[in-house]
């Protein structure tokens, strides 16, 4: 069975520090799909990236960085220089192939990130 | 480019009550999943809808039901509410290939008393 879990439930940082939201995973496919996303206190989930299994090239967009591990099944999130409008929860989510990749999405609980000015 | 919509955006119901919920998906997205976010229960998979079937389901009881309209359009009926019912509904929509993202729309906030 796929499962994601955030072990870290709440951060808080000061502004221009860098903070790293940690990912891990399990499942038993071969060919998967991650994401990270954004919720703001307005509620709606921000998609910020997708990776899929084959692909561990590291990606930098802005101050935003992930780190794929399939060695140790976890897809990092590192914010550069965070700056209060960062202040949000943050959920990295899993989607299998055998079942569908776009059928459905298995969450972690959520990073609570505070960045205070 | 018009997102996911969402309306009601905020519901509140007595318990035993129907409550409907109803989400419009990005143009071109044939898609439509439903999502429930339950205090201390986080983000849970319900309903994925697609060119107007139930493609699959999460672990609800039947009372959790939905469509999808010819126009993409989805709607999340939920009958006999609970006091645990109370979350926030999210409606996410894709394109139907397996490699692409969910976006996410507003969500609706429901209140059963």
């Known amino acids: 069975a796929q499962k994601v879990t955030q072990a870290q439930t709440e951060i808080s940082v000061v502004e221009k520090e860098d903070v790293t939201l940690d990912c891990v995973y399990e499942?038993?496919?071969?060919?998967?799909?991650l994401f990270w996303y954004k919720q703001p206190p307005s509620g709606e989930l921000v998609f910020l990236i997708r990776?899929?299994?084959?692909?561990?090239q590291n990606e930098i967009s802005g101050r935003y960085s992930w780190n794929f591990q399939k060695s140790t099944s976890s897809f990092n999130f590192t914010i550069t220089a965070s700056q209060v409008v960062d202040s949000a929860v943050y959920f990295c989510?899993?989607?299998?192939?055998?079942?569908?990749?776009?059928?459905?999405?298995?969450f972690g609980k959520g990073i609570t990130l505070s960045v205070r000015p | 480019e018009a997102g996911v919509t969402q309306s009601p955006t905020h519901l509140i119901k007595t318990r035993g009550q129907q409550a409907t919920l109803r989400c419009s998906p990005i143009?071109?997205?044939?898609?439509v999943y439903w999502y429930q976010q339950a205090l201390g229960l986080g983000l849970q998979f319900l309903l994925w809808y697609d060119e107007g079937e139930e493609r699959n389901r999460g672990n609800f009881p039947p009372r959790f039901s939905g469509r999808q309209f010819p126009n993409y359009s989805s709607e999340l009926n939920v009958n006999a509410l609970e006091l645990e019912d109370s979350a926030l509904y999210l409606c996410?929509?894709?394109?139907?290939?397996?490699?692409?993202?969910?976006?996410f729309g507003p969500g609706t906030r429901l209140l059963v008393l």
């Open positions: 996410a929509s894709s394109f139907p290939t397996s490699e692409e993202t969910q976006y």
């Open positions: 143009s071109g997205h044939t898609s």
């Open positions: 499942t038993r496919d071969t060919t998967y799909y």
């Open positions: 990776r899929n299994s084959f692909d561990e």
């Open positions: 989510a899993l989607s299998e192939e055998s079942t569908g990749a776009n059928s459905k999405l298995t």
